[in-house]
């Protein structure tokens, strides 16, 4: 069996039946669905952006190994594994819901860091105005400025205990590759925020050995905030990076 079969197999073995029955039409109905200011449409081939842009979905090539995902993610490839939503168990070798991600799709969505493109987007919000009350600058694209003021409003009336958690926080706009990767972070696009580094743990944190011990401080009531304004947690991945949240909608069927 190839890595990513033998990979596959192992994780969708732990999801409910309905979460890997999903087909091709049915993920792709999901993501336009989840942006529904860029994109306006898809094939069996194709998604098709608002501005009449037309992008392929696939690449045609199978049974990718991990590492080639994370580096040259499909659009569909970045679909395919489904993130659990809510409380869960520690999550199975490999299963990194969100971190296989295509380049070209988000530099579209949100811009090239590299060139600019994001900083026009960007607004300021002030972050926990309770707690905290300093300025952050986030993007404006897909509402994700708007999003994070009420993530940040139900944060802040949260038990000061439980919000500690989350101020000061380690950044948001970072244009930078990811540090296994390569490719560059949703920090690049302003679509993402981390945390409190003092609650937080990362897997390249623990050292190399053969498994990675699981590690997590963050407060389930701040990751249920989050995910119900269209954001992912990096805890939810076996290579976790518990003060991380980036918005993506597409995966919890937003």
């Known amino acids: 069996m190839k890595p990513w079969s033998a990979f596959a197999v192992a994780v969708l073995a732990l999801l409910p039946a309905q979460a890997h029955a999903q087909g091709k039409a049915e993920l792709l109905d999901r993501l336009v669905r989840a942006y529904p200011e860029a994109l306006s449409g898809h094939d069996d081939k194709t998604i098709t952006w608002r501005d009449g842009t037309v992008m392929p979905v696939d690449d045609g090539i199978a049974d990718k190994p991990f590492d080639q995902l994370l580096r040259t993610a499909s659009i569909l490839d970045q679909l395919r594994l489904p993130y659990p939503v809510g409380a869960s168990a520690p999550p199975a070798e490999n299963a990194d819901p969100g971190r296989f991600r295509n380049e070209a799709f988000f530099k579209k969505m949100y811009g090239d860091c590299t060139t600019g493109e994001v900083k026009r987007n960007l607004v300021t919000i002030t972050w926990l105005p309770r707690s905290w009350g300093r300025p952050v600058q986030v993007t404006r694209v897909n509402g994700i400025a708007e999003r994070l003021k009420q993530v940040s409003a139900e944060i802040d009336a949260l038990d000061p205990a439980l919000r500690a958690a989350a101020f000061p926080i380690a950044g948001v706009l970072s244009c930078r590759p990811v540090a296994d990767t390569g490719r560059m972070s949703m920090h690049g696009y302003a ?64």
Not at 235 to 245: A, L, P, Q, R, V
């Open 191 to 254: 679509a993402a925020i981390d945390l409190n580094l003092k609650f937080s743990d990362y897997w390249l944190w623990a050292g190399k050995a053969n498994t990675i011990p699981y590690k997590n401080r963050m407060p389930q009531q701040i990751v249920d905030i989050f995910e119900r304004h269209g954001f992912i947690w990096g805890g939810k991945w076996y290579h976790y990076d518990t003060m991380h949240f980036e918005y993506r909608p597409e995966l919890l069927g937003k």
